[in-house]
Every structure is written in structure tokens, then in C-alpha cells.
């Protein structure tokens, strides 16, 4: 038995809604690319299926899963796209895109649960910006499993991507909105890129075709990350690695560019930077290479005060003090040896990696 729109997702947790008035009645299409996400593409669609705004579809395109996602999907009344081989985010979301029938895209991932009132807000910021702007969204502050490692992460997305609403440097697909002619016209996602940011170079691609892009903190997806310590570490050190790749391709490796922020590098530069008077120090036993030590340590927390504001007010007092000390003596390590592997590769492939 399918369920119904307005049942389907009542068991999870949703933080409070935004009111936003439906001026807009244009179909939304709703663009999920699936890879054996069985445990997560339930949850999903049961959400999506919640939406206030009546007037959507939703495509589903799965790239080859070898678990029960399929069978999990036509449970729901979606569009399913089959992909008839292994072929990645990029050409899924290109392929569901080419199955839409909607005026409005708005693509996620098969792991984000959308809040019923995201088609509108979406919708509403579609009518007041035009077919031009690429509308981003960003992750609820806590995520949909209330683990640290996961909370974390989810607080430190909504922050970097929320800082700079009306020219961000980029819109990640996990909440992008864009009108389906416009993304058309453009070539859409590039099937032949890196393992992941390819919402990166889309976006840098369409601002320099013309089109503008913005960033609506109300737009917003919770996250199942379920992470743990590894997963956190293993996390921070692919995205690291592969964004460095493709920084220096892009030239823009110091840029202020969402997660990839000049909080994060000025954290990760503090750390490595204290870590080198501290092995000075082991090495010569002199007590004067220990004093710059706390100065960056105060200058670190000075840059990031707004990120640990953010933690502070999503989980309290102890919660920021934990993320804190996680974010600056143990993330960095993952941040920075993971640009260091990008380093590398970028240098060995002749500077050509992609």
C-alpha cells in the first residue's frame, strides 16, 4: 500500500515550519539521485510526500543499487529512472532532470528529509527572484540522528552556508532550486568530474553564464548523517582532498567559499601552526617556543566565535564546548592531511586531475 501525501513522514521529527503563503502554482519537480540508500531513501520520500505544496512530482533516479532501494521506491508514487549502469550524482541528477516535468527543479539527496513547507519557500523565492537566480537551501541546525558527531557536522554546514545569503559562493544540491529551463540551457551536472563537489563547479559555471546566485536560510533539509568518529574524520579528509584538487585547478584555494571557509583554514593553519612550536619545543626543551602556543589558540577562537555561537545555540553550553575542542585539536588533523593528499595528486597528474 502507497502512502498517501499528507500521511506519509508523520513519525518524523520535524523542526517548526516557516509560514509561506502558496502564490506560486507551477510544478515542482523534486530530483533524488539513489545509490544503495535503503536506509535512508524511506524516510526520504515519505517526507517529500508530506509537502504542503500540492502541486509537485518526484523523480527518483537509482544508479545501479544492489540493496532494496527499488524495491523501497515503488512503494511510493514517483517517477522512477533505472540507470542501466553505475554512472554517479551528476548523471543521475542529469538524468532525473531530463524526466522532469516541472517548471522549478529542486534536487536533494536520497539521505535528506525535506520540511513540509520547502516547496513553498522554494516556490515563494522562484516568484520573487526570477527564472535567473539558482535558489540555495542548507541543513536544519540538528540533523535527523541527535549524535555529536552528526550534530556537529549538520551545525557546521547551516552555519558556513548561511553566512553569505545573496552571493554565496556556491549552492549545494543537497537544497538547489533552479528552473528547469535555465538548468537545461546550461549542460547541467559534470559527468566527468571529481567523486564529489560537482555542485561546486556547476555553480561557478552558471554564475559565469549570467545567472546569480542566492542563498534562503529557510530552505532547509535534515540531514541522516549517522556518523561516528571515523566517519567525521573520513569525511572531513575526502571532501578536503578532493576540494583542494580542485581549487587549484580553479585557482581560489584561499577563497571564503561555504565549508571550505577562512574559519576552517585559519583553524587548520592555527593547528598545524601549534603543532610545529610544540614539536620545536619536544626537540629543544626550550620554554619559549611554548608561548605563541595559547596566543593562536585565543586568535583561532576569536575567527570561529561565530561558528561557536552556533553550536552553542543549537545544543547548549556543553555541547559547544565538546564540538569545540573536537573542531580545533582533532578536525583539523582530518582537513589538513586530506589538502595535503590533494596537494600531491594535483601535482603528480601534472596539474591535471580532471
Known sequence: MRPSRRTAGRDYPKPPLISYTNNVSDLISIVIPNYNGESTIGKCLEAAFSSRYDNFEVVVVDDCSSDRSVEIIKGFPCKLVALKERSGASKARNAGARNSSGKLLFFIDSDCIVREDALSVAAASYAENGPDVVVGGTYTPMPYDDRFFSVFQSVFVNYSETKNLENPDYVATHAMAIDAEAFKKSGGFPEVFMPIIEDVEYSHRIRRAGYRLKMNPDLLVQHIFNYSFARSMKNAFKKSKYWTIYSLNNKDLLADSGTASVELKVNVLSFFLSLLFLLMWVLTRKSLLLYPVPFIFAANIFVNRRLIRAFHKTKGPVFAVLATLYYM??????????????????????????
Open 329 to 354: 585539536l582533532l578536525y583539523p588533523l582530518a582537513v589538513g592531511t586530506g589538502g595535503i593528499a590533494g596537494l600531491i595528486k594535483y601535482y603528480l597528474s601534472n596539474k591535471k586531475v580532471y
